[in-house]
């Protein structure tokens, strides 16, 4: 016999047992769209989570990263991303690069991803990723993402994975017509909602779409 197929790699063997039961995870818990699992099976959440947490990358739960951050649940990343119904045309801006696992997903989906971090480690770890993966599509800045990104707007699609009390008035107002934006609102560390916010000719349209639980929208930058 030649070469090493996966059967003779035990180690091997476990990865894709795990990488197969995190998509079945993410199936069952109601992330339907081939599109967003297509893009979750392409970028590896592995390389996104250092250190001791990293063998737990393929379970359906949210990890510490730098910062006293967190790296999003899965599932919760999907039902986002599958909520944000992206097209492969739209500009993207994400408040909250954190890991940058999320923004890799949405470079996989749409033309142009913006994201932002309050945390310049943060924005720094996660372009060295983007580089090391070849996406060459999405541009992390270290930015207050509550103001939006000015330059950049308007956006087909805005994602917030930090919990604000309201949807701040510059996000609203950054978004195109037509335009759809997902975050979570309600008071840090009581219970939030996911809110999915769509722009039409006259006006907002909100709708409220499940419970979810993320660290706060904080003001200004960070120290790291
Ligand atoms: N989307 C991330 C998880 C985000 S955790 C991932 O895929 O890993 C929330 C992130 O929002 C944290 O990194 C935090 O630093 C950032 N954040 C909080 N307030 C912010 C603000 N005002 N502007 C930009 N980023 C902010």
Partial sequence: MT????EEDPAATDLAERKMRFLFALRSRGVTDARVLNAMERI???LFVKGIFAE???EDMPLPIACGQTISQPSVV?????ALNVSARDTILEVGTGSGYQAAILAELGRRVYT???YRRLVREASDLFRQIGLTNVTAMT??????????????RILVTAAAED????LLHQLKPGGIMVLPVG???AVQSLIKVTRGANGFDYEELRPVRFVPLVEGLGSE
């Fill in 143 to 156: 930015a207050d993402g509550s103001h939006g990104l000015p330059e950049q707007a308007p956006f087909d």
């Fill in 44 to 46: 590896d959440r592995g």
């Fill in 56 to 58: 737990r990358a393929y």
């Fill in 187 to 189: 008071q840090s560390d």
């Fill in 3 to 6: 070469g090493t197929t996966e």
């Fill in 167 to 170: 949807p701040p008035g510059p």
């Fill in 116 to 118: 932002v971090d309050r």
């Fill in 78 to 82: 999907g039902l986002m991303t599958q």
